[in-house]
């Protein structure tokens, strides 16, 4: 089980670990106000698809108490609280998480018109807390699920960060890990370094060391080879989006692996909640990616890497093609091709586990 606390409500504070300090500190943020949060959304302070959603959903909340504070009619508090979620809501482009959540707030807040302020806090902050619990019972079945596919002694590389920190908790792709490590299975993880902002050797290592989790750190050029020499049984990664079609946009680099993976016969299995499946986009070529800085590739952590003049590309993220997807491993189980019939099945399956939880 994990240990690790990304996501705090604490007396009107949003307060989050930054994971760009990890490994080396355990630092927390304080957001008081949504700008706040806006600045660490951008510079990955928190990050993961997950993380980003119900973080964002918390900055709503921070825009109503701001808003109480800082407007005086009803017309210009919620002009703020609607201003705070477009800001929100442009700070990272992939992730289909913050869309999702920042949609199911305002859906809540334009049904509070008549209620009195300290009232629509409230019920923002129960909303938000709905967004964060769900997410943790979604990751949890995930793990159950996913438990199903790994083997005795399975070794499993995983790339990027999918896990607690990239979460409300227990992660995506680490909440398998960590379930099969649990319920006994003897496995163990390779773990891409994840170049360029490295989660993998920052946050995955950290994550799975810190909870005795068997894991060999490689750098990203090193996964063929590990695949040749017959050192991984399994793919198990995150996602940012999917499509109907079950294309999978993941971390910068999620391609390469899947491709490496299918060569040598290896399965590939993306983990994710039905919240990061984007089913108003028929294939991943409509997914935005974001460009990051250029620095990020010139240099590491500040420290230069190349000539100062050189040009550099900067995805942050690619799309893994569905061909090469074994399983999309979900809190209602795991889907298989084809994925624009189990997709559509799979959030079917949903509506009527939340219409019994009502
Ligand atoms: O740029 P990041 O660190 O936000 O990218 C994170 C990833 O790509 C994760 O694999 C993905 O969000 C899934 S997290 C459960």
Redesign the pocket.
């Known amino acids: 089980m994990s240990n690790v606390k990304t996501i705090e409500w604490k007396d009107d504070t949003l307060v989050l670990i930054d994971?760009t300090k990890l490994p080396v500190e355990e630092k927390y943020i304080e957001c008081k106000e949504y700008s706040t949060l806006c600045k660490a959304i951008k510079v990955?302070s928190v990050?993961?698809?997950?993380?980003?959603g119900v973080s964002a959903a918390y900055g709503v909340v921070l825009a109503a108490i701001q808003a109480q504070k800082e407007t005086s009619t009803k017309e210009e508090y919620f002009k703020f609280i609607n201003n705070a979620i477009k800001e929100l809501s442009s700070t990272?482009p992939t992730?289909v998480n913050l869309f999702w959540a920042l949609d199911r707030m305002k859906k809540k807040l334009d049904t509070l018109n008549e209620l009195e302020k300290d009232i629509i806090k409230d019920k923002l902050l129960e909303e938000a807390n709905k967004i964060y619990k769900e997410d943790i019972e979604c990751n949890m079945a995930i793990g159950k699920h996913g438990n199903d596919v790994v083997l005795e002694n399975a070794s499993i590389l995983t790339?990027?960060?999918?896990?607690a920190l990239?979460?409300a908790g227990y992660?995506?792709?680490l909440s398998v890990i960590r379930y099969a490590h649990s319920s006994g299975k003897n496995i163990k993880v390779y773990a891409d370094e994840t170049r360029p902002?490295l989660?993998g050797s920052r946050l995955t290592a950290w994550e799975l060391v810190k909870e005795g989790i068997p894991t060999t750190l490689i750098t990203d050029n090193m996964a063929g080879y590990a695949m040749k020499l017959g050192k991984i049984d399994m793919v198990i990664?995150?996602?940012?989006r999917i499509t109907l079609n079950g294309d999978v946009a993941?971390?910068i680099g999620?391609y390469s692996v899947a491709v490496l993976a299918k060569e040598h016969g290896i399965p590939v299995y993306a983990?994710?909640p039905l919240s990061?499946i984007d089913i108003s986009l028929t294939d991943g070529d409509e997914i935005p990616i974001e460009e990051r800085n250029k620095n990020e590739v010139r240099q590491l952590f500040g420290v230069q890497t190349a000539p100062n003049d050189v040009d550099t590309f900067n995805p942050?993220?690619d799309v893994t093609p569905h061909k090469y997807i074994t399983g999309i491993i979900t809190e209602v189980g795991i889907l298989r091709p084809p994925y624009n019939l189990s997709i559509p099945k799979a959030f079917k399956i949903k509506e009527e586990i939340m219409k019994d939880k009502e």
């Open positions: 994971c990955l990050r993961g698809a997950p993380a980003i990272r992730a790339h990027c960060n999918a896990g990239a979460t992660g995506t792709a902002l989660q990664f995150g996602a940012d993941n971390k999620s983990a994710a990061t942050a993220f």
